[in-house]
């Protein structure tokens, strides 16, 4: 994995956290306590969504790198 790779990773995990951090205060704001279980819930939802839009953007990237989003010219002609 190269560095660039690795260090976009690591700036999505921080947002990811800067996020759940912000969430806090307005959950604070409203009077509504998080359990445990609300937060693990809560952080394995962000952890696999970042995961798989991750997957999914390199799917799409590999499939235009190799061609097959190309058109195919019709049969016959």
């Known amino acids: 994995m190269s560095r660039t790779r690795i260090l976009w990773l690591i700036a999505a995990f921080l947002a990811l956290g800067a996020l759940l951090w912000g969430a806090t205060f307005y959950w604070e704001g409203l009077g509504a306590g998080v359990t445990g279980h609300g937060w693990f819930a809560y ?23 190799h061609g097959h989003d190309d058109i195919d010219p019709p049969a016959g002609s």
Do not use: H, M
């Not at 970042?50 to 999914?56: H, K, R, V, Y």
């Open 43 to 65: 952080i394995l939802g962000g952890v696999f969504t970042l995961g798989l839009s991750a997957g999914l953007f390199a799917l799409t990237f590999y499939s235009a790198r």
